[in-house]
């Protein structure tokens, strides 16, 4: 199962790389996407080296699921690609979409991705998505949408995509080796 994550200047690091770090060890096939170019700045100045540019992702490759960090201006500039829009819809059609923080507001929700649907976004960044009710969870799931509340809940959603991908039992293996929350 190959899953994308989205990465583009003044993402929110935690959000980002503590879900690919859990569905690594889960051993899904996770590919960070650049958005705008091979090396990438977090909104606190973290430079990140993501495995491609998205640009050399190819336009008909499906995804079990795709994934968009946090973090501003991160979320603006997801929302702002039409490719991550291109493989956020495409995706959401057989597999799972996943966002955290701003990004279930400000790229998911214009999208239509969470019309009827249930979810959750960082405290404040509503008023991106007025026509959207989010929950105060930290973690929402509603059919193939799963959305994160904030940082603190990075390895929850993680985790949460690791046992909807593949099951609970390896969702609470990886838990357990990194002994969160034990």
């Known amino acids: ?20 770090d859990v569905m690594r060890r889960a051993g899904l096939d996770v590919i960070t996407a650049g958005v705008d170019g091979e090396f990438v700045t977090s909104s606190h100045g973290v430079t990140v080296k993501a ?3 998205l640009d050399k992702i190819d ?81 929402v799931v509603d059919g193939n949408i799963i959305t994160g509340k904030s940082a603190g809940w990075a390895f929850d959603l993680g985790l949460k995509i690791v046992e909807m991908l593949l099951d609970a039992e390896t969702a609470e293996k990886v838990r357990h080796a990194i002994c969160y929350k034990d």
Not at 1 to 20: N, Q, R, S, W, Y
């Open 59 to 139: 336009g008909k490759e499906v995804f079990s699921a795709a994934f968009c960090p946090g973090g501003m201006p991160g979320s603006v500039n997801l929302a702002q690609s039409w490719r991550v829009n291109e493989i956020l819809i495409n995706t959401a059609q057989t597999g799972i979409v996943a966002a955290i923080c701003a990004a279930p507001a400000v790229v998911l929700a214009p999208l239509g991705l969470l019309k009827g649907k249930n979810a959750t976004c960082y405290p404040g960044c509503e008023s991106y998505a007025p026509d959207t009710v989010f929950s105060s969870s930290g973690i």
């Open 51 to 53: 495995d491609t540019v």
């Open 1 to 20: 199962m190959k899953v994308i994550v989205f990465l583009a200047d003044g993402f929110e690091e935690t959000e980002a790389l503590c879900p690919v």
